[in-house]
Every structure is written in structure tokens, then in C-alpha cells.
């Protein structure tokens, strides 16, 4: 046999005959057509020639195993792949996250999390079924990536790295092969339901010959075959897996009423006498199908923008070589210290520092800030971000595992990992349920054999199918994972799943001052001439002195910065002074601008500007407040929420500002420990808090409150003790995220109260022989997608009324 030849008939990757099925799913690896004998040998080569690892078939020893064993996925361990997929932690541990086809319902979520967590070595497994993720992570030196893929390919799902462009194809692949699989169970139970109607209309009219009732009775067995073997595979191979790692899921009562209907059929026709059920059992495969239809659809939909935040990156940059010369370059080559050109509408690759001159970005798919954002030359620029109408230059400061888009995407994953008390509680419930049910229907079974034998396979079948403790796991997951979507979209996000049970009770909101309520830019706020100068000649003057420092209160004139002083000298703590048109000026403090003693015109932050030794201006300092900081305080307040400020300032403006805004209390002064103390004789009183501050003297605070709010200028460690973080600079995200915060404890409850309420209903009337197969199915299918329609509606994200008007 040739080479070519030997390619195309014995799997490329593990070594075993390649199917008729797989004959035409080949791949090019090394210029070379390669067959496979599973979809999922085909997926693990894919992901490593596009990983740029095919040097692994090249030098391994024999081929792989098959997909039960640890060599299968031994190339995941290889450096070059651990580079790019996987992440070291700081506490030692490594992580990464998995795209698992296969997925179907909360089952499948359950049962990969606890297959996982018995493996040795692993500490923390996330499953995400609207984005068919898991996130794991292990001990690097007790478990290797492949024994976890193969742990997980045991139990029937198929892994590889995540990436949004494989999930959308995955996505798309799954809704194929169920659309196929659906048109071949409706035109089946068509064809199936016609005989079973010649069947019923002959038993009404009197019957029908002999050989022509056995020709309908087998016709309709050979029609269900294809029904129940292919159509039905779905659900055969999901209770499959549960029986063999001994956690049955959702799909087992399924599966086995198919089979049991399918057999009892095909056994009284080979006898020729009894009732057959085909045309229920193809009816019932059907219209499982197009629930689970819909539901992977509305799954898809939400997983929509809220996946892979580097799918914002572009994919290539350009920057300048060693010799000042532009260069095209990918973009995983660019290096800390490059310095790049981005042309006008083009995203930014990387976080940088802006050179040269002003430009405009686009943050909105960061922050959620349709406006243009003004940068300056020094300015942070972040990866993701469009530039405006001109091309602007940068130097890299960050990539990769670096990026701000990197520590929003760790933040949001790690928000998913902690699952409320309420979700929780519905996974046991949704295990224990399963086997509950198949225990109820043969009882029932067993009940109806006394009562009317005739019906009892009927209705212990009823009860298989009418339940669905899917719905109840579904319930809590689909809308908090649904809410955070829609929060992240409109630059808020939620760092801890854990918010989701406080934001509904929050009773009082504690602000800190600057950088929270204010920009922490100093502005000018206003000038006061003493010696019949302008205005306008006393700021120039100011700002002459201002020009060439770094102090904050510099920027305060800038705008109107003209010729530098002479001379000049910048006196620490105190100001700075000197020389314009031979005349000796000092801006600062009184003490040190002017000769002798004097007061400040009123309350609030002044300083002087003299000139030798004689005060000629004063200059009254103010943060500068946020535009929405006024409208934002206005509409907490209609929510009937009580507000506190705490400030670490000693100046009059934090009363100032209090009574200017209306706050019901407020601190000046405070230190970490005053700050804290106060929170802790809110809550002490039963009140539940929300924070929000940026600093690090707020780190204590924000750790204590019931739900914590960073802003999206706060420090780094701040960011990382809140539950929550602003992506851009407005603060009335915070009244989306309060209002979601309710909308959404409403859809849990109306999602668990239908779940609740539709079996408890449900159960005891298919147990009563009221309800039929093919209704059960059908109000099984509705629920689970009356869940994930009800919880897809937190997609649209309003404000309450207070805060439109």
C-alpha cells in the first residue's frame, strides 16, 4: 500500500481504520491529506497544526491511543502549546480553558464538573453551557493537561482550547447536525404517523386483512429505525455517559422510554399480536429535537459578544524595525518597548502610551461610552480600543496575558466560578430528581399493572418524559450568566457571582470623594483680582509659572500656558516662583507668595499669586466633579437608598460637595480604620452597603461591604478586592447594575417557580394517566425553553423609571 493510500485509510493520529463515515473529513497537515477516524481525533490534530505543533507527529515514537487514554492528547503538554493556552496563577496553581462539544443541559455541566473534580491534582473546575466552556485549573506537578482532556473525552464530550472562532463553528456544527437530525425524525414520524393512521382507521371501520395490517406494523418498524438510532442518538449517548460515570442525567428517563417504547413495539410486531407504539415514540423523538433545537439556538444567541474578548484584537500590527523603517508583523510577535502606528479606524493592538501628538479613540466596546475619548500624548491607551480619524503612534506596554483586556476577561471568568446558594441548591435537587423519577414511574408502572394493565406502560412512560429537572438547573445559571453579559456590554463589570444574592437588598450606597464622585483632576474653579488686574492677565501669569511642571495644580492652567518664566524654581510644599518681564511672581500657599499675613477670600482650597511680595490673586482649587455625578446621587436617591460620603480630605469641600449633592451623611477626614468602622456600624444596625471608591486607603472598606464597585481609574489592588469594576467614567452605571441586580433575583424566582411548579403539577397528573407521550414530550421540551427565553430577556438592559426621567 502506498504512502498516500495508508493516509487515507488508518487515522492519522491514533493509528485505528478510518470509517466510511470519516472517508471524505481529511486535513492538510505538512502539505500531506490525512484522514481520521473520529471526529475527535480530527479536532486534536486541528488544534495542533493550528497551534504551529505538527512538529509533534514528526518526532513521536508510535502512534496515539484511543480517546480513553492520556497519550491521545500528550501533544497539550507540549511547551510551545502550554505557552499559548495555558496560565500560571500566582498561588502556584495553572489553569486554562476548554471548549467541550457535546454540551446539551445543566446534566452536562453537573457531571463534567464532578468527573473532573475526582481527577488527582485538580482544584477548580467551571463549567459554562452557554459558551460550551470549562474552565479548570490543577497542580502543574500532581496532573498534566492531557490526563484532564482525557478524563473528559472518557466521558464522551470531545475538548480542545477555547477560542471564540471555535466555539462559533462549534456552535454552528451542533445546530447542523440537529437540524439533520430533526428533518429525519419529521419526515420519519410522517411517514410512521400515515400507517399508524391506516392502523386506527381499521380498527374503527371494522379492521382490515391480516397481511395488510403486518405489512403496516413492520413498514412502520423499519421507519422508526432510523428515527430511533439516528435521531434519537442525542439523548442515547447523554444517558450513556451518565450510567457509565455513575451520575445519571436528564437524558437517561429519555432514553429509556425511547427504547423501552422501541422495543415493546418491535417485539409485538415479531410476535404479530399486541400494541405497538412506533408512531408515539418518532412523534416524541421529534418534538424533543426541536425543543433542544431551540434551546442550542437561544443559547448561541446569548453567548453572542460575551465570549472572547481578544476577538476585539486585531490580528496583525505595524511598527517600526530597528532601522526607523514600518513593518507588518503578527500580532503575538509585538514585544513590550515597540513602537507601533495605528491608522485611522484601525483597532489598537496592544496597551501603550500615546507619542507625538492628540488623538481620539473609540472605548465602547471596553466601557460602553459611545463618545470619543480625547487622549494627550502620555496617555494610557488600551488594546481593543478604535482609533479616530487620524493615525496615531505608541509605545507597547502591555501584551498578552498583560493586556487590561486579559484582566477583564480573568475578572468575568472568575465571577462565574462562584455559584449562589440558590444554584447550588437546584444541582442537587436536579440529580437527586432523576433518580426520584425513574423510581416514581415503576411504581407507577407497577400501580396502573393492577389498576388496568393495558395502560400501565403508557403512563409509567408518561412520567419519564414529563419531567425535567433541566429546567430547574438551568434556572440560576442561564440568567446570571445572561445578566453579567448585558452589564459587561455597557462597561460594567462583575467580577463575583456572589452579588447576585446582595444587590437585591442593598439599603445604603457609601461613596468615597475623590477619584469616585470627582474626576481627581484639579480644575480651577475661580479667580479672585485683588489689584484691578484682569482676570484673564492673572491666570497667563499663573500659567507662565506653571509651564514645565509635573505637579497636578499645572494642569489646572494649562490651557492657557503662553512663554515660560525665568528663572523659575518649584519650592516643594509650598509653590513656585519666577521671573516675567524682569518682575519676580510666587503662586502657592499665602505664607510663601506673600509678605506678611493674610487670609483666604472664603472656604475652600486657595492659593495666592504675588507679585514681589505683594498679593495681586487668588485662585480658588476644586476637584473636578464627574457629568453625571449630580444626575447619578439624584436618581439613588428616588430609589430610596440612603447616602453616605466618606472622604479622607480636610478641607470644607467634602461638606461642601455633600450638601451641594444632598447626601443624608457624610465624613471628612477619615482614615482606612475610620472608614471602616463606619461601615461596620451600618451594617452592625442591619443595613446592607454598597461601596464605591478607587483608592487603596478604600481596599479595607470595599472588602467589608456587602457588594464593592472599583472605578475604572482605581488602583490595581483595589480593583481586585471589589465585586465589581466601571470600565469607563461613568458612575450611573452604577443604577444599571443595581436595577439589574433586581430584574434578575425576579427571573431566577419566576425560572425556579416554573421549574418548581410545572413538575409538581406535571408529575401527579401523568402518574394519573392524564397526560399523554406526546404531550409530556412536548411540555418537557417548553420548559427547559421557557427557562432560557425567560432569562435571555436580562439581555435587554433598562433603567428603572427614576433614572430615564
Known amino acids: 500500500m502506498s504512502e498516500a493510500a495508508s493516509l487515507l485509510s488508518s487515522c492519522f493520529h491514533c493509528g485505528d481504520a478510518v470509517p466510511p463515515a470519516m472517508a471524505g473529513e481529511v486535513l492538510e497537515i505538512e502539505g500531506r491529506e490525512v484522514a481520521f477516524c473520529c471526529p475527535a481525533c480530527r479536532m486534536v490534530a486541528m488544534t495542533i497544526r493550528d497551534s504551529g505543533l505538527t512538529s509533534y507527529y514528526r518526532f513521536r515514537d508510535e502512534r496515539g491511543d484511543k480517546p480513553t487514554t492520556p497519550a491521545r492528547y500528550d501533544a497539550f503538554d507540549q511547551p510551545a502549546f502550554q505557552r499559548r493556552w495555558v496560565r500560571r496563577r500566582s498561588d502556584g496553581l495553572v489553569e486554562t480553558?476548554?471548549?467541550?462539544?457535546?454540551?446539551?443541559?445543566?446534566?452536562?455541566?453537573?457531571?463534567?464538573?464532578?468527573?473532573?473534580?475526582?481527577?488527582?491534582?485538580?482544584?477548580?473546575?467551571?463549567?459554562?453551557?452557554?459558551?460550551?466552556?470549562?474552565?479548570?485549573?490543577?497542580?502543574?506537578?500532581?496532573?498534566?493537561?492531557?490526563?484532564?482532556?482525557?478524563?473528559?473525552?472518557?466521558?464522551?464530550?470531545?475538548?480542545?482550547?477555547?477560542?471564540?472562532?471555535?466555539?462559533?463553528?462549534?456552535?454552528?456544527?451542533?445546530?447542523?447536525?440537529?437540524?439533520?437530525?430533526?428533518?429525519?425524525?419529521?419526515?420519519?414520524?410522517?411517514?410512521?404517523?400515515?400507517?399508524?393512521?391506516?392502523?386506527?382507521?381499521?380498527?374503527?371501520?371494522?379492521g382490515i386483512h391480516d397481511s395488510m395490517r403486518e405489512l403496516l406494523r413492520w413498514a412502520s418498524l423499519w421507519l422508526s429505525i432510523p428515527i430511533v438510532v439516528y435521531s434519537g442518538m442525542p439523548f442515547l449517548r447523554g444517558a450513556w455517559r451518565g450510567v457509565k460515570a455513575r451520575r445519571p442525567g436528564m437524558d437517561l428517563p429519555?432514553?429509556?422510554?425511547?427504547?423501552?417504547?422501541?422495543?415493546?413495539?418491535?417485539?409485538?410486531?415479531?410476535?404479530?399480536?399486541?400494541?405497538?407504539?412506533?408512531?408515539?415514540?418518532?412523534?416524541?423523538?421529534?418534538?424533543?429535537?426541536?425543543?433542544?433545537?431551540?434551546?442550542?439556538?437561544?443559547?448561541?444567541?446569548?453567548?453572542?459578544?460575551?465570549?472572547?474578548?481578544?476577538?476585539?484584537?486585531?490580528?496583525?500590527?505595524?511598527?517600526?524595525?530597528?532601522?526607523?523603517?514600518?513593518?507588518?508583523?503578527?500580532?503575538?510577535?509585538?514585544?513590550?518597548?515597540?513602537?507601533?502606528?495605528?491608522?485611522?479606524?484601525?483597532?489598537?493592538?496592544?496597551?501603550?502610551?500615546?507619542?507625538?501628538?492628540?488623538?481620539?479613540?473609540?472605548?465602547?466596546?471596553?466601557?460602553?461610552?459611545?463618545?470619543?475619548?480625547?487622549?494627550?500624548?502620555?496617555?494610557?491607551?488600551?488594546?481593543?480600543?478604535?482609533?479616530?480619524?487620524?493615525?496615531?503612534?505608541?509605545?507597547?506596554?502591555?501584551?498578552?496575558?498583560?493586556?487590561?483586556?486579559?484582566?477583564?476577561?480573568?475578572?468575568?471568568?472568575?465571577?462565574?466560578?462562584?455559584?449562589?446558594?440558590?444554584?447550588?441548591?437546584?444541582?442537587?435537587?436536579?440529580?437527586?430528581?432523576?433518580?426520584?423519577?425513574?423510581?416514581?414511574?415503576?411504581?407507577?408502572?407497577?400501580?396502573?399493572?393492577?389498576?388496568?394493565?393495558?395502560?400501565?406502560?403508557?403512563?409509567?412512560?408518561?412520567?419519564?418524559?414529563?419531567?425535567?429537572?433541566?429546567?430547574?438547573?438551568?434556572?440560576?445559571?442561564?440568567?446570571?450568566?445572561?445578566?453579567?453579559?448585558?452589564?459587561?456590554?455597557?462597561?460594567?463589570?462583575?467580577?463575583?457571582?456572589?452579588?447576585?444574592?446582595?444587590?437585591?437588598?442593598?439599603?445604603?450606597?457609601?461613596?468615597?470623594?475623590?477619584?469616585?464622585?470627582?474626576e481627581g483632576r484639579i480644575e480651577l474653579a475661580e479667580t479672585r483680582p485683588v489689584s484691578g488686574r484682569s482676570a484673564d492677565v492673572c491666570i497667563a501669569i499663573a500659567a507662565a509659572l506653571e509651564v514645565g511642571s509635573s505637579h497636578p495644580i499645572a494642569a489646572a492652567f494649562g490651557a492657557a500656558a503662553g512663554n515660560m518664566a525665568e528663572q523659575r524654581r518649584d519650592v516643594a510644599g509650598l509653590g513656585v516662583e519666577g521671573v516675567i518681564a524682569g518682575r519676580r511672581y510666587r503662586l502657592g500657599v499665602a505664607a510663601f507668595a506673600v509678605n506678611g499675613e493674610v487670609a483666604p477670600p472664603g472656604s475652600g482650597h486657595w492659593i495666592a499669586l504675588a507679585e514681589e511680595g505683594e498679593l495681586i490673586c487668588w485662585f480658588r482649587l476644586d476637584d473636578a466633579l464627574r457629568r453625571d455625578t449630580a444626575a447619578t446621587v439624584a436618581a439613588l436617591q428616588e430609589l430610596g437608598l440612603r447616602l453616605h460620603l466618606l472622604s479622607g480630605d480636610r478641607s470644607d469641600s467634602v461638606a461642601r460637595l455633600a450638601t451641594e449633592l444632598g447626601f443624608d451623611h457624610y465624613v471628612d477626614s477619615a482614615t482606612p480604620a475610620d472608614k471602616?468602622?463606619?461601615?461596620?456600624?451600618?451594617?452592625?444596625?442591619?443595613?446592607?452597603?454598597?461601596?464605591?471608591?478607587?483608592?487603596?486607603?478604600?481596599?479595607?472598606?470595599?472588602?467589608?461591604?456587602?457588594?464593592?464597585?472599583?472605578?475604572?481609574?482605581?488602583?490595581?489592588?483595589?480593583?481586585?478586592?471589589?465585586?465589581c469594576m466601571l470600565l469607563g467614567p461613568q458612575l450611573s452605571r452604577l443604577l444599571a447594575l443595581l436595577w439589574q441586580g433586581v430584574r434578575t433575583r425576579r427571573i431566577v424566582r419566576e425560572n425556579l417557580a416554573w421549574a418548581l411548579g410545572y413538575n409538581i403539577i406535571a408529575l401527579p397528573l401523568a402518574a394519573a394517566g392524564l397526560v399523554a407521550p406526546w404531550l409530556a414530550a412536548v411540555g418537557m421540551s417548553a420548559s427547559s425553553l421557557l427557562v432560557v427565553l425567560n432569562a435571555l430577556r436580562l439581555q435587554r438592559l433598562r433603567l428603572p423609571p427614576s433614572a430615564t426621567s
Not at 134 to 154: G, M, T, Y
Request: contains cysteine.
Open 97 to 206: 480553558e476548554l471548549l467541550l462539544e457535546g454540551m446539551h443541559c445543566a446534566a452536562c455541566i453537573w457531571l463534567i464538573e464532578h468527573h473532573l473534580r475526582q481527577l488527582p491534582g485538580v482544584r477548580e473546575v467551571q463549567v459554562n453551557l452557554s459558551e460550551q466552556r470549562c474552565q479548570v485549573s490543577w497542580e502543574p506537578d500532581v496532573s498534566r493537561l492531557s490526563n484532564i482532556c482525557s478524563a473528559v473525552a472518557a466521558i464522551g464530550y470531545q475538548p480542545q482550547p477555547f477560542s471564540a472562532d471555535r466555539l462559533e463553528q462549534s456552535q454552528r456544527a451542533e445546530q447542523r447536525r440537529l437540524l439533520r437530525q430533526l428533518g429525519v425524525a419529521g419526515l420519519g414520524s410522517m411517514q410512521v404517523g400515515m400507517a399508524a393512521i391506516g392502523l386506527y382507521a381499521a380498527d374503527l371501520q371494522g
Open 254 to 518: 429519555v432514553a429509556v422510554a425511547i427504547v423501552l417504547g422501541f422495543l415493546a413495539s418491535a417485539w409485538a410486531t415479531w410476535q404479530g399480536t399486541g400494541e405497538i407504539y412506533y408512531d408515539s415514540v418518532t412523534m416524541f423523538i421529534f418534538l424533543l429535537l426541536t425543543g433542544r433545537y431551540l434551546e442550542s439556538r437561544a443559547r448561541a444567541w446569548s453567548s453572542r459578544g460575551g465570549t472572547d474578548l481578544n476577538a476585539l484584537l486585531p490580528l496583525a500590527a505595524t511598527r517600526f524595525d530597528a532601522d526607523g523603517k514600518l513593518e507588518t508583523i503578527p500580532l503575538e510577535t509585538l514585544r513590550k518597548g515597540d513602537r507601533v502606528v495605528v491608522a485611522a479606524g484601525q483597532t489598537l493592538p496592544a496597551d501603550g502610551i500615546l507619542l507625538e501628538r492628540d488623538a481620539s479613540v473609540n472605548e465602547a466596546a471596553l466601557t460602553g461610552e459611545f463618545m470619543p475619548v480625547h487622549k494627550q500624548p502620555g496617555d494610557l491607551l488600551t488594546a481593543g480600543a478604535v482609533n479616530g480619524d487620524q493615525p496615531l503612534v505608541m509605545t507597547v506596554e502591555a501584551t498578552g496575558a498583560d493586556l487590561r483586556l486579559q484582566m477583564v476577561q480573568r475578572l468575568a471568568r472568575q465571577a462565574e466560578q462562584h455559584k449562589p446558594l440558590l444554584a447550588q441548591l437546584a444541582d442537587r435537587m436536579a440529580s437527586a430528581f432523576v433518580i426520584a423519577v425513574l423510581v416514581l414511574s415503576g411504581l407507577t408502572w407497577l400501580g396502573w399493572h393492577f389498576i388496568d394493565p393495558g395502560r400501565a406502560f403508557w403512563v409509567a412512560l408518561s412520567v419519564l418524559v414529563v419531567s425535567c429537572p433541566c429546567a430547574l438547573g438551568l434556572a440560576t445559571p442561564m440568567a446570571l450568566t445572561t445578566a453579567t453579559q448585558a452589564l459587561r456590554r455597557q462597561g460594567l463589570l462583575v467580577t463575583r457571582g456572589a452579588v447576585w444574592e446582595a444587590l437585591p437588598t442593598i439599603t445604603d450606597v457609601v461613596f468615597d470623594k475623590t477619584g469616585t464622585l470627582t
Open 676 to 723: 471602616l468602622a463606619y461601615l461596620t456600624r451600618l451594617q452592625g444596625d442591619g443595613k446592607r452597603v454598597l461601596m464605591v471608591g478607587d483608592g487603596i486607603n478604600d481596599i479595607p472598606v470595599l472588602a467589608a461591604a456587602d457588594v464593592s464597585v472599583a472605578m475604572s481609574n482605581a488602583s490595581q489592588l483595589a480593583k481586585t478586592r471589589a465585586d
